[in-house]
């Protein structure tokens, strides 16, 4: 595998850092069109990238207030080292949680489990940390309500040269 990019590698990567049409029932058709080749070998150069380890996945950001979850929180856990996978597991399967990772502690900040809970309000988000800290017996969390959501902003690793792809 080579660390260097052709010019065709380097515009689907330009392409794929803007993110996918939101309009479209055919995105990969459609960012295939605009980068000038085949959907197949769109797909396969994909795969290809997949399978070297030179991308892990490919996936959608959901914006949780445009689909009417207009309450979020980060949930800090304190859990004990010998509980974190299951605790961590049963955090996790909640449908209402889109991330759950694992953070080491430090003196000021015990918290080793961080979940982001999503829901219609605060108050149901609330209800839902309630029935996790139930059900996957933590009792020690710190719900940090989202105030504002921040533009979320993908990193840049190819400045694309075409004048009419740049946003």
Same mark, same amino acid.
Request: hydrophobic share 40%.
């Given at each position: 595998?080579?660390?260097q990019?052709?010019?065709?590698?380097?515009?689907?990567?330009?392409?794929?850092q803007?993110?996918?049409?939101?309009?479209?029932?055919?995105? *990969?058709?459609?960012? &295939?069109?605009?980068?000038?080749?085949? $959907?197949?070998?769109?797909?396969?150069?994909?795969?290809?990238? =997949? +399978?070297?380890?030179?991308?892990?996945?490919?996936?959608?950001?959901?914006?949780?207030?445009?689909?009417?979850?207009?309450?979020g929180?980060?949930?800090?856990?304190q859990?004990?080292?010998?509980?974190m996978?299951a605790?961590?597991?049963?955090?996790?399967?909640f449908?209402?949680v889109?991330h759950? *990772?694992q953070?080491? &502690?430090?003196?000021?900040?015990?918290? $080793?489990?961080?979940?982001?809970?999503?829901?219609?309000?605060? =108050? +149901?988000?609330?209800?839902?940390?309630?029935?996790?800290?139930?059900?996957?017996?933590?009792?020690?969390?710190?719900?940090l309500?989202?105030?504002?959501?921040?533009?979320?902003?993908?990193?840049?690793?190819?400045?694309p040269?075409d004048?009419?792809?740049?946003?």
């Amino acid at each position: 595998m080579s660390n260097q990019l052709t010019d065709l590698e380097k515009n689907v990567l330009a392409m794929l850092q803007e993110g996918f049409p939101t309009d479209s029932l055919t995105p *990969y058709a459609d960012m &295939a069109d605009r980068i000038g080749m085949d $959907t197949a070998a769109l797909l396969a150069l994909l795969e290809q990238w =997949v +399978s070297e380890g030179r991308i892990r996945r490919i996936g959608a950001i959901v914006n949780h207030f445009h689909v009417g979850m207009g309450s979020g929180a980060m949930v800090v856990w304190q859990v004990e080292p010998d509980r974190m996978e299951a605790v961590g597991l049963c955090l996790a399967g909640f449908a209402e949680v889109s991330h759950a *990772y694992q953070r080491p &502690a430090t003196p000021q900040w015990p918290y $080793t489990l961080y979940t982001m809970v999503h829901g219609a309000d605060p =108050v +149901s988000t609330r209800d839902t940390v309630k029935r996790m800290s139930d059900a996957c017996q933590v009792a020690d969390y710190q719900l940090l309500l989202t105030e504002k959501e921040l533009k979320k902003v993908p990193p840049t690793y190819i400045i694309p040269d075409d004048p009419m792809r740049q946003g």
